[in-house]
């Protein structure tokens, strides 16, 4: 399976969870609270005895982004709601549950301005491992 495959199925958990996100783009003057997800291309291992690389590891990125540092922190909580613990669906692979790889604390993006404001978003980063073998 590739890389897509796995970040639709973390789309998937974030949409069925009613979280706004964008899929490593953001529109311009985008509705706010929302999150981004980003995904490394992946990476190979072997745990079975022919060497063949079975086991894929996927470093899935979620920003979730408010207008306030409040609503950066609220949305992160529910990305942590809708993604720690579980197990994504992936076609021909077994995953196993997501877990916090690595977090970045709220803060203020002083590049951005939200418009008709003089005030700036909030962001918060996690990081997840999502791993999964053949079915």
Same mark, same amino acid.
């Given at each position: ?11 998937s958990l974030l949409t069925g969870a009613g979280i706004t996100v964008h899929d490593g783009a953001v529109p311009a003057n985008p509705a706010y609270p929302y999150a981004v997800l980003y995904t490394n291309p ?7 005895? @022919?060497?063949?690389? @079975? ?29 720690? @613990? ?22 203020? @993006? ?26």
């Amino acid at each position: 399976m590739t890389a897509q495959a796995h970040a639709t199925a973390v789309l998937s958990l974030l949409t069925g969870a009613g979280i706004t996100v964008h899929d490593g783009a953001v529109p311009a003057n985008p509705a706010y609270p929302y999150a981004v997800l980003y995904t490394n291309p992946g990476d190979r291992d072997a745990t079975n005895l @022919d060497y063949s690389s @079975d086991v894929q590891t996927y470093d899935v990125q979620v920003t979730s982004v408010g207008a306030s540092a409040a609503a950066a922190r609220i949305t992160a909580d529910k990305v942590n709601t809708a993604l720690v @613990d579980v197990t994504p669906t992936v076609t021909g692979r077994t995953c196993w549950p997501l877990r916090v790889a690595a977090t970045q604390t709220a803060r203020e @993006d002083r590049d951005v301005t939200i418009p008709g404001t003089a005030t700036h978003p909030h962001y918060a980063v996690a990081v997840y491992r999502l791993q999964s073998v053949p079915s």
